[in-house]
């Protein structure tokens, strides 16, 4: 079996924060917050009225008529930010490399704006006729469909939906596979886009919404807040990535995942344990040498609280060493991109500093880690680790590391 390295050579984002890659890490760094009063839809039937939208983003900045028609919001969002990674990293994917190229997306939802938009043509007004171009809107797999042909790249293609850790698992599947020597590079990450009426009164249900913030690990939380936006990276085999000059982000070593195999919707200490151990094993990774964890962190009690005597679990007395964030505290829970634009976070963090947990009031004993309050803080990290813990017990976790030049 092939043991091949895997760097990250370029990456895109659409989040709350910004339109950029820059942007998004500019905003985590400077505490700013993407979480405001919803725009995108009327909320007077809807009990939460706040979420953190890509307001600045608008599809008809980046597509025509006919383009649109074919893709929704997701979908948008996922190719304006393959665009970036992919002219980021420098790589041209045409003849044999195009063939050597996975791609592969994380997005729990879909096509949820065309799909709510249509129940309510067809349910509510009745209507007995839809664009036909419906059904290629709303499929899952429409944003992988789209990256790849709008950028040639005819290897292995396929979306995996594991709700809030759908794009950490599809990230360790594109890391897995290059390692192994089944693709030579990957596009990948995460979309999602589920800021419609029909969606947020599914989450209204389940009471496990804030009305005013997003406060991981703050004894005064309250519970989430959702999001939108799209991460996208360009990975590639180490030596090729080097033999073509590209500039190197850092260095994928491990990923871990686990199933709870518990409950539906309660955290597993046990699961994301599993999960970090798994994942610091793959990269034959001393815990030691962990500096910092962007925490799945989605500031309901019950999450926060196993994170925490998880990770204390996986590190022993290292863990009071770590610095631990949350940045969903500024850019929301975007679900199936959660994992990809904390990837990009995590990368960030690589060069020396460490994103916040913004909107921190009050300390929780249960969550007595370094939650790196309000205020980014400047440390050595050589290593640093992504946490998802999904909904069905569904966990995967991935480990960097500085690329040094060695």
Known sequence: MSNRRVVVTGQGVI??????????????????????????????????????????FKGEDYFGRSEIALRDRVTQMATVAAKEAIAQSGAVFDG????????????????????????????????????????????????????????????????????????NHAIGQAFHLIRSGGADAAVTGGTESGLTWGVLKGWEGLR?????????????????????????????????????GADILGEIVGFGSSADAGDIVQPSLDGATRAMRAALSDGSVDPTKIAYVNAHGTATAMNDRTECAALRDVFGSHADSLSVSSTKSAHGHCIGAAGALEMVATLSALGGTVPPTIGYEEPDPDCDLNVVPNDAQTRDVPYAMSNSFAFGGLNAVVVVKRWDGN
Request: with cysteine; net charge neutral; charged share 20%.
């Open 15 to 56: 989040s709350s924060l910004g339109l950029t890659a820059d942007a998004h890490v500019t905003a985590l760094r400077e505490g700013k917050c993407g979480i405001g009063a919803i725009e995108l839809i009327p909320t007077e039937n809807l009990t939460i009225k706040i979420a953190a939208e890509a307001k600045a």
């Open 96 to 167: 044999a490399l195009g063939e050597r190229t996975a791609t592969i997306l994380g997005t729990s939802m879909g096509g949820q704006q065309t799909q709510d938009e249509n129940y309510r043509l067809v349910y509510g007004e009745g209507k007995t006729r839809v664009h036909p171009f419906i059904v290629p809107r709303l499929m899952a797999n429409a944003p992988v469909s789209w990256v790849s042909m709008d950028h040639g790249l005819k290897g292995p293609a396929y979306s995996i939906s594991t709700a809030c850790a759908s794009s």
């Open 208 to 244: 496990v919404m804030s009305k005013t913030a997003c406060r991981p690990f703050s004894k005064t939380r309250d519970g989430m807040v959702q999001g939108e936006g799209a991460a996208i990276l360009v990975l590639e085999e180490l030596e090729r990535a080097k033999e073509r």
